[in-house]
């Protein structure tokens, strides 16, 4: 333990004496989620200029799908398609294929008819309607990607609700003129041809009421995260600047290989392993308090500039099993970096430009849910893909632990992966004779 | 008091292979070294010199042979800490971390050999002070002179006050008054009982510091005694000249 100690303290004691370093690691990342939230913030707001593809999936096979479908392809810019299952319909949605899927659920039409009859009697009755709210459970959902922007949300709901009006009106005029001729055909029978009691002239439309079927936007369901700027760039920054820390591990390394430092350990009575975890949990704690930064930043410093406060949520235990993961995977890449590379130039060109690039393709930079449909298949091999996927389940689902097993595991995996590649990696270099 | 009959450390049969190459680096290489004895191992670059220090410090794997340190077979991974705990190695490189002060690279490597408190502030205390550099304690390293780098490098290999001692090339690169106070430090703990093994390819040294010179060229022993029976026995004028006419004057690169 006093080893181990000995190696936490010296290498703190280098950091903290690197200021250039210490500068990379806190201000650049500090720097960088203050400006890409306030960009993005605004960004997002305006987005929505482009044609849109929305998928139908019609379970009810009612009519109502063709007659939606036909009120929005009378714009040019929306084109509609017919989707087998909603699953599949959100799984493409997701995929960027479709911006928005509308779902017409099974039983629409029957719960419909039922309420038509009722709303049909109290019309020709002339009652007061005895229910002004729509009939439970009947309902079309709308489900957007999360990179459609609220102008294009509002057109798309309106018109499929003006859709859905039109259809109701016209299915229950239908059905107030049927109930009409079949009264008249009744009356006609009992000898009458004009009947006191029933008045012939059109129904009085105030008397429908509310639609009895609501267009709802739904929320979006597990598997496509939809942050706002806040929630998406504090954890994505931080995570970064957690990865920036291969830069001065890999040359902390590098410089023991090339001075005889690491050598002179070899021969010390202690284990590497133990010199190595000294290291990583010297750095894990740079990383804990760059952590602490980016977040305290997100929570007082950007709602100053107008943005909303980043909320940490209450998930503790969560956040610290993603954020260990996320700094075992940094620090162990480092350490590969350090082990492999051949020089402090080697380490310094490759290990900040891999990290943009991982940071690039897993959401960082741009969000997972706005990237095209290939960019969104390869955050899933990004290990800042990995961990930002982890963190926006913890601070936009609230997820437990449960849900951020997966990514947790797969950081891990990374982790020691990298750390087997260094080993091996020294082995070799060992048994040349080069370290 | 030590008894300078005791062998500190005993190589028998030495050879390296290293992955790639046809010719062993180092082959079959015996010697004897006994307290308070310093051995000068020899050789033009590539000779086998640091692949001889690296295996007889733990730092590499023999191909074959063996090597004993303190009656302890270095193979023997249950003894290796034990060993370990017996030698220091002073790198022909600065290994001292730049951005801590003296005093800071000796806490740090005393710790690592398990020195704790007051102990180990006696230590570093006395470290300094042999290797003349308390004044300087609290300086940082990188602002130190090439000398006093040098110093503190071997001050670093003494915390844990080791039996036995290898050095490689501890005097390259610094002025006169720095590497005549390292060699009298050094022959001072040759008389306090410290087996070292000296790499350099200054002959003065060697002939003022060394109680037994061993010449390695092409990973052979090719000379093996004491440097004045060796420039005898050869009968050149001194160690260089003696050295030149066994490796030859063509430049090793």
């Not at chain 1, 707001?45 to 849109?52: A, Q, S, T, V």
């Not at chain 1, 294929?97 to 002339?126: N, V």
Request: glycine share 10%; proline share 4%.
């Amino acid at each position: 333990m006093v080893k181990l100690i000995a190696i936490i303290n010296k290498e703190l004691l280098i950091l903290w004496r690197d200021r250039v370093g210490l500068l990379i690691l806190f201000v650049m990342p500090a720097v960088l989620v203050l400006v890409i939230t306030l960009v993005q913030d605004n960004t997002q707001k305006l987005m929505g200029d482009r044609n849109w593809r929305i998928c139908l999936v019609d379970e009810d096979q009612s009519g109502l799908g063709d007659y939606i479908a036909d009120v929005l392809q009378s714009s040019s810019r929306i084109i509609v398609n017919h989707g087998n299952n909603r699953e599949q319909a959100w799984e493409e949605v997701k995929s960027g294929e479709f911006q928005a899927e509308i779902i017409i659920f099974k039983g629409t039409l029957e719960k419909l008819r039922k309420g038509l009859r009722h709303k049909s009697r109290i019309i020709l009755s002339g009652e007061k309607p005895e229910f002004s709210v729509p009939i439970a459970g009947t309902e079309i959902g709308i489900l957007f990607e999360p990179s459609v922007g609220g102008g294009f949300r509002s057109a798309i709901t309106g018109n499929v609700r003006l859709a859905v009006m039109g259809w109701e009106t016209e299915t229950l005029m239908r059905e107030v003129v049927k109930k009409l001729f079949e009264l008249r055909a009744q009356r006609v029978g009992e000898g009458a041809w004009v009947t006191p009691g029933i008045d012939m002239s059109l129904p009085d439309l105030s008397k429908i009421g509310v639609p009895l079927i609501q267009v709802v936007e739904q929320k979006q369901g597990i598997g496509l995260l939809m942050p706002t700027a806040v929630q998406q760039n504090v954890p994505a920054w931080a995570m970064f600047g957690i990865f920036f820390i291969v830069v001065p591990l890999a040359g902390s390394l590098l410089r023991e290989r090339q001075n005889g430092t690491l050598a002179r350990m070899l021969v010390l009575p202690v284990s590497y392993s133990v010199l190595l975890i000294g290291k990583l949990i010297a750095f894990g704690l740079v990383c804990l308090c760059q952590f602490g930064l980016i977040v305290a930043l997100g929570r007082w410093l950007l709602p100053l500039m107008g943005t909303d406060p980043f909320v940490f949520g209450e998930q503790y235990l969560t956040i610290s099993v993603v954020l260990i993961s996320v700094i075992c995977a940094a620090t162990s890449y480092g350490v590969l970096l350090g082990s492999v590379a051949k020089s402090y130039e080697q380490a310094l060109m490759f290990g900040p430009i891999s990290v943009v690039i991982a940071a690039a393709i897993g959401g960082v930079m741009v969000p997972v849910y706005a990237m095209p449909p290939l960019m969104r298949e390869l955050s899933n091999i990004s290990p800042l893909g990995w961990g930002l996927k982890g963190f926006l389940k913890i601070f936009v689902q609230n997820a437990e632990i449960n849900c951020v097993l997966a990514e947790a595991l797969l950081l891990l995996g990374f982790a020691f992966f990298c750390l087997g590649l260094a080993r091996l990696s020294l082995e070799r270099q060992m048994r040349a004779g080069m370290a | 008091m030590y008894h300078n009959s005791e062998i500190i450390l005993k190589v028998a049969g030495l050879t390296k292979n290293y992955p790639g190459h046809t010719t062993p680096a180092l082959q079959g290489l015996d010697l004897e070294i006994r307290r308070g004895e310093i051995l000068g191992l020899l050789g033009p670059n590539g000779a086998g010199k640091t692949t001889a220090v690296s295996m007889m410090s733990t730092l590499l794997v023999p191909s074959s042979g063996s090597v004993k340190i303190c009656n302890c077979d270095t193979s023997d991974r249950s003894k290796v800490r034990k060993i370990r705990r017996q030698i220091g190695l002073i790198p022909q490189d600065i290994a001292l971390y730049q951005q801590l002060s003296a005093r800071e690279n000796l806490e740090f490597w005393g710790s690592l050999y398990g020195l704790q408190g007051k102990e180990k502030k006696k230590r570093i205390d006395f470290c300094l002070d042999f290797v003349g550099l308390t004044k300087k304690s609290d300086e940082r390293t990188a602002f130190f002179s090439g000398g006093m780098k040098r110093r503190l490098n071997i001050a670093a290999a003494l915390m844990h006050q080791p039996l036995l001692l290898y050095l490689d090339e501890p005097t390259v690169g610094i002025d006169t008054q720095s590497r005549s106070m390292i060699l009298e430090r050094l022959s001072r703990l040759r008389s306090q009982g410290a087996a070292m093994v000296y790499t350099t390819h200054y002959m003065e040294e060697v002939e003022e510091l060394c109680d037994r010179v061993m010449i390695l060229d092409q990973g052979t022993v090719i000379a093996d005694g004491a440097p004045a029976d060796l420039v005898r026995t050869h009968q050149c004028g001194n160690l260089q000249e003696l050295y030149l006419s066994l490796t030859g004057r063509q430049l090793r690169d």
